[in-house]
């Protein structure tokens, strides 16, 4: 059974930062391209940032492009998405995602369910 499992939101001022990790099992992530999306409520849900399976190749949406950073450590079947200067825009529930491709792609068929990230002074 596959399963992604995210971590390490919460609640964080203004300016602050947090990491989130997602650990995946029932499958090798090195074929794998990765991405993370949020969803805040009433919005539709934002593709956030993207990684190819070699890690060679990243895309990040320009709402976030500068301040987060997404990485992969395949050996540990885990990846990461680093959010610095984070706004009150930001608030959302963050999903990771991966898919069986080498670049990143349209449509990610694997999810996690999600953590929750507030931003709020």
């Known amino acids: 059974q596959l399963q992604l499992v995210e971590s390490g939101g919460g609640l964080v001022q203004p300016g602050g930062s947090l990491r989130l990790s997602c650990a995946i099992s029932?499958?090798?992530?090195?074929?794998?391209?990765i991405g993370w999306f949020r969803q805040a409520p009433g919005k539709e849900r934002e593709g956030v940032a993207c990684?190819?399976?070699?890690?060679?190749?990243?895309n990040y949406a320009d709402s976030v492009k500068g301040r987060f950073t997404i990485s992969r450590d395949n050996a540990k079947n885990t990846f990461f998405l680093q959010m610095n200067s984070l706004k009150p825009e930001d608030t959302a529930v963050y999903y990771c995602?991966?898919?069986?491709?080498?670049?990143?792609?349209?449509?990610?068929?694997?999810w996690g369910q999600g953590t929750q990230v507030t931003v709020s002074s």
């Open positions: 990684i190819s399976s070699s890690g060679g190749s990243t």
């Open positions: 029932g499958f090798t992530l090195d074929y794998y391209a």
């Open positions: 995602a991966a898919e069986r491709l080498g670049g990143c792609p349209s449509i990610f068929r694997s």
